[in-house]
T-cell receptor
Framework: DVKVTQSSRYLVKRTGEKVFLECVQDMDHENMFWYRQDPGLGLRLIYFSYDVKMKEKGDIPEGYSVSREKKERFSLILESASTNQTSMYLC????????????FGDGTRLSIL | DAKTTQPPSMDCAEGRAANLPCNHS???????VYWYRQIHSQGPQYIIHGLKNNETNEMASLIITEDRKSSTLILPHATLRDTAVYYCIAQSNTGNQFYFGTGTSLTVIP
């Protein structure tokens, strides 16, 4: 079974802090994704990566950056956290090529005070 | 990617089959139908996907109509642990992200 592990289930940070969310997958997947999930808005893609050191912006990249130095690890960075970034953050990975499902971690519920 | 429409909620008796419908009338030829579910406070869990043939795995069956404009996810013997929000997604085989709508909230009743 695919295992996508997010480093924290719950996280509380303060406005202006730099926040790191970590995600690790154990299936040698090429593609990795970061989403945020908010009530009434569904899942929205922040960034994705299709290879080491490669990244692409999703629908809502503002205020975020990402890092992928190793194939199994994809980090989401909130450069200067703000209260409107309070959300559930979900990481996913997928094997490269067509017709492949994404597999999700259990999420990090981040609160910015 | 095609828009999908699902009923907002459904109930099912424990032990009975749960049939969850999805409409995707604008689906194009290269778009697959994926189903996920999300149990409260967890990430979405992949269930099954298909293009035009019916599919079955250990979790569920997927029935896609011949014109591909709708599909049904079948959980053959629903248990209380199947209570979740179920999402139907149509995505092209070259797409990079999944657009999750509001899904169907399935409640399995003892």
């Amino acid at each position: 079974d695919v295992k996508v592990t997010q480093s924290s289930r719950y996280l509380v940070k303060r406005t202006g802090e730099k926040v790191f969310l970590e995600c690790v997958q154990d299936m040698d997947h090429e593609n990795m994704f970061w989403y945020r999930q908010d009530p009434g808005l569904g899942l929205r893609l922040i960034y994705f990566s299709y290879d080491v050191k490669m990244k692409e912006k999703g629908d809502i990249p503002e205020g975020y950056s990402v890092s992928r130095e190793k194939k199994e690890r994809f980090s989401l960075i909130l450069e200067s956290a703000s209260t409107n970034q309070t959300s559930m953050y979900l990481c996913a990975s997928r094997r490269g090529g067509s017709n492949q499902p994404q597999h999700f971690g259990d999420g990090t519920r981040l609160s910015i005070l | 990617d095609a828009k999908t429409t699902q009923p907002p909620s459904m109930d099912c008796a424990e032990g009975r089959a749960a049939n969850l419908p999805c409409n995707h009338s604008t689906i194009s030829g290269n778009e697959y139908v994926y189903w996920y579910r999300q149990i409260h406070s967890q990430g979405p869990q992949y269930i099954i996907h298909g293009l035009k043939n019916n599919e079955t795995n250990e979790m569920a069956s997927l029935i896609i109509t011949e014109d591909r404009k709708s599909s049904t996810l079948i959980l053959p013997h629903a248990t209380l642990r199947d209570t979740a929000v179920y999402y139907c997604i149509a995505q092209s085989n070259t797409g990079n992200q999944f657009y999750f709508g509001t899904g169907t909230s399935l409640t399995v009743i003892p």
